[in-house]
């Protein structure tokens, strides 16, 4: 079975500081991909970044960056130059490649920014 | 292009009753896929259909079901209502590929009282 733990229920952090939230997961497969997801309180869940388990290149999107340590099974986000709008909830997501489209989630962090 | 359509946003049923939701996907998607939120069991997924076809489903009862139409609208029904079913449902739509991501939608809140 796959797991995905969270272990920080809520972070806060400053404008424009950086911020690290932390994931790590469980799998027996070679081959799987990994998300980060934000859910505001609109409720949609956003994709903010995703890492193929084959890359060993850390994925980056803009601010958004990931530390992602296969051995260790390890997945976090960092977040540079925090935004009042980065402000929600982020949910760690491991997708087996193999099979239907399944998303084991994490329990989530809901990050505050404080102004 | 729009996104991935849930209807209705928020709901109330009353325990014993059943219900209906929906959701529209991105066009040219053709996997469909629910979860449930809830604050105790977080987001567990409910099952995905691609093509018409229910590809795989989460551990719940038989009381939760879903189908797909041929244009890739899915609809998910759960039957005599519990108050444990009450949550949030969302709905994720993708091309189906290993590599597409899953775009979601708004959820529809239920509450059952």
């Known amino acids: 079975a796959q797991t995905v733990t969270q272990s920080q229920p809520e972070m806060s952090v400053q404008e424009a500081e950086t911020v690290t939230l932390s994931c790590t997961y469980d799998?027996?497969?070679?081959?799987?991909?990994l998300f980060w997801y934000k859910q505001p309180p609109s409720r949609q869940m956003i994709l903010v970044i995703r890492q193929e388990a084959y890359k060993q290149q850390n994925a980056t999107e803009n601010r958004f960056s990931v530390n992602f340590q296969k051995a260790a099974k390890s997945f976090s986000l960092k977040i540079s130059d925090s935004q009042l709008g980065d402000a929600a909830m982020y949910f760690c997501a491991l997708l087996l490649t193999q099979g239907a489209q399944k998303l084991v989630f994490g329990q989530g962090t809901r990050l505050t920014i404080n102004p | 292009k729009a996104g991935v359509t849930q209807t209705p946003r928020y709901l109330i049923k009353t325990r014993g009753q059943q219900v209906t939701l929906s959701c529209s996907p991105i066009?040219?998607?053709?996997?469909v896929s629910w979860y449930q939120q809830t604050p105790g069991q977080g987001l567990q997924f409910l099952f995905e259909?691609?093509?018409?076809?229910?590809?795989n489903k989460g551990n719940f009862p038989g009381r939760f079901s879903g189908r797909q139409f041929s244009n890739s609208r899915s609809e998910m029904n759960v039957s005599t209502l519990e108050l444990g079913d009450s949550a949030l449902y969302l709905c994720?739509?993708?091309?189906?590929?290993?590599?597409?991501?899953?775009?979601f939608g708004n959820g529809t809140r239920l509450t059952v009282t």
């Open positions: 994720a739509s993708s091309l189906g590929g290993r590599n597409s991501p899953l775009h």
């Open positions: 799998t027996s497969e070679s081959d799987y991909y």
């Open positions: 066009s040219g998607h053709r996997s």
């Open positions: 259909y691609f093509s018409e076809t229910q590809r």
